[in-house]
């Protein structure tokens, strides 16, 4: 990292904490300004529902579960169950508000080999999915990183990433066509339904001031700001490639708490609002649903549905008909009976960022149901996830930013500093190559990545997956002793810093480099400590 590139990272650190603490501000003052009242949603039995997903939620595409290809849901929910049964998912300690909490949701990461998704300030590791046709890494004694059946589970879940893949490339052309026609026909309509144009400009800069919001015990990730865009360019639009899936499962049955969502009075939330974070702007998230079978119930007649199904036909052979007013009274019934199964599933709840004026949307979601979020939706609103009844696994499909998240870029970040270090074979002995401060620098700051972003993430929480998945475990041990060579160069360093030989000006550069470097080291492993987040047999 350039000195430059430095000062920047700091001044964004910064940016980051201003920006936390403005939104708590303007959380505090939202609610302080509802009070008692809510803000008002609208889910499929209420009128207006399709009109408010039209005009204010249109990133939004629900695929029904019987769309599907078939066989796709039985290799899917197999690979869940498969996934559940090896031990695989598991609850991460995330960093919320300078807390460290564990989530309520246990998770796995399945994706391209090497790759990592980073979300409060936790790095998860891939469990690789196997493609077709490929045997995928071995250790020395030709072993597979993963046994036949966690292979076929990850293979299942690849088989669904391709669908998606191709499949929201067809939603989002298709919508875009729609979308096309519908402002060519209204291109004099006002701004937004309900709104005024001022109020609309006022809540769009609200919403593109504000970087990140996250409820305490959510546990999911908040993202970053993104380039303002409505629509996503047509390039993009076509090379949709999800490169990571993060698989969820929460049996609201196991919680001893569940926070009731505060705005709307939606419910019980399993996940609470926020953006998805690192994640390709603009790029898509495409959601598998599965919900565990519920216990069988009765579905026999009951004695009082007996005597009703009698008296109807009662009616009947008397030539009776049914009266207005009954037919009011059982419609009535109808719709509460059709809410109330609404409030039992689990639901995706979905709100404009920081407005008040704009109805929340909550969809409800039956087991093998999909939805995507597509254009600029993550970007301009939030969602969470309403608890069902039941238990449930969601496969999230998603575009991770990955130019400083994969294997391929921390090991050439690895060789680059290692290519300071000189071995003279014949001597035994290690010798720096270069003594210019701005490589110096560089070579720190690699060694600070490797430690802090790789090695502790993988020693605290990673390596849990090496008991059911070896891929990670040789190149994790390799980036170890690339670690402890850079430590040794450290020492080389401090070496050449007090040798009172070393020209006095170069001497004082060097102290400068070495210094902030130890000083940001420092504070880092003293960070870690304070978490109880370093194993004992580790620095």
């Not at 904490?17 to 009242?37: A, F, I």
């Not at 949709?240 to 505060?262: R, S, W």
């Not at 690192?278 to 898509?284: A, G, I």
């Not at 939706?377 to 998603?398: E, I, K, W, Y």
Request: aromatic share 8%.
């Amino acid at each position: 990292m350039k000195p430059r590139q430095r000062k920047q990272y700091f001044r964004n650190m910064k940016r980051s904490d201003d920006s936390e603490r403005e939104k708590r501000r303007k959380r505090r003052r939202l609610l302080q300004e509802l009070g008692e009242q809510r803000i008002p949603y609208l889910s499929p039995t209420d009128p207006g529902f399709q009109d408010l997903w039209d005009s204010s939620y249109a990133g939004l595409a629900l695929r029904q579960s019987g769309t599907l290809p078939e066989g796709l849901h039985e290799k899917v929910q197999s690979a869940l169950l498969t996934l559940q049964r090896h031990g695989c998912l598991l609850r991460d300690l995330v960093r919320v508000r300078d807390r460290d909490v564990f989530t309520a949701v246990s998770r796995a990461l399945v994706g391209q080999p090497g790759y990592t998704y980073r979300y409060l300030d936790t790095r998860l590791f891939t469990i690789p999915w196997h493609c077709e046709g490929e045997e995928g890494q071995k250790d020395e004694k030709g072993k597979p990183c993963c046994d036949s059946d966690l292979r076929d589970a990850c293979k299942a879940l690849w088989e669904l990433n391709q669908f998606f893949c191709s499949d929201v490339k067809q939603q989002t052309n298709a919508r875009g066509v729609k979308r096309t026609r519908s402002d060519t026909e209204n291109s004099e309509d006002a701004p937004g339904e309900g709104m005024c144009e001022e109020e609309s400009v006022k809540d769009r800069l609200v919403e593109e001031k504000t970087i990140e919001e996250e409820e305490e015990d959510s546990g999911q990730g908040c993202s970053h700001s993104s380039p303002p865009s409505s629509t996503p360019p047509a390039a993009q639009a076509s090379l949709v490639q999800f490169n990571v899936t993060l698989i969820n499962y929460m049996n609201p049955a196991a919680m001893t708490q569940l926070k009731e969502e505060p705005y709307y009075g939606m419910g019980k939330m399993a996940v609470g609002w926020h953006h998805d974070e690192n994640l390709v702007p603009l790029s898509p998230v495409a959601v598998y649903s599965y919900s565990c079978p519920a216990e069988p119930k009765n579905e026999g007649v009951t004695e009082k549905d007996g005597e009703g199904k009698s008296k109807e036909k009662e009616r009947e052979a008397k030539g009776e008909g049914t009266s207005t007013e009954e037919v009011k009274k059982e419609g009535e019934a109808s719709v509460k009976e059709d809410v109330e199964k609404e409030k039992t599933c689990w639901r995706v709840g979905l709100k404009v960022a920081w407005d008040i004026h704009t109805p929340g949307l909550a969809l409800p979601l039956q087991s093998g149901d999909c939805y995507y979020m597509t254009d600029d939706l993550n970007r301009t609103h939030q969602h969470c996830v309403l608890a069902g009844d039941t238990a449930r696994f969601s496969s999230t499909h998603r575009v991770a930013q990955c130019c400083t998240g994969t294997l391929d870029y921390i090991q050439k970040r690895c060789s680059e500093a290692l290519e300071n270090l000189h071995s003279d074979p014949e001597k035994n002995a290690k010798s720096l190559i270069s003594l210019l401060p701005s490589i110096l620098q560089r070579i720190e700051d690699i060694h600070n990545e490797v430690e802090f972003e790789w090695l502790r993430q993988y020693w605290f929480q990673g390596r849990r997956y090496a008991r059911f998945c070896s891929w990670w475990t040789k190149p994790m041990e390799q980036m170890e002793k690339d670690w402890k060579e850079m430590e040794r160069m450290t020492q080389l360093l401090l070496v050449v810093v007090e040798d009172e030989a070393t020209a006095q000006e170069n001497r004082r550069e060097m102290a400068d480099v070495l210094l902030n470097a130890l000083t940001d080291r420092q504070q880092h492993r003293q960070t870690w400590r304070d978490s109880d987040c370093v194993p004992p047999t580790r620095v």
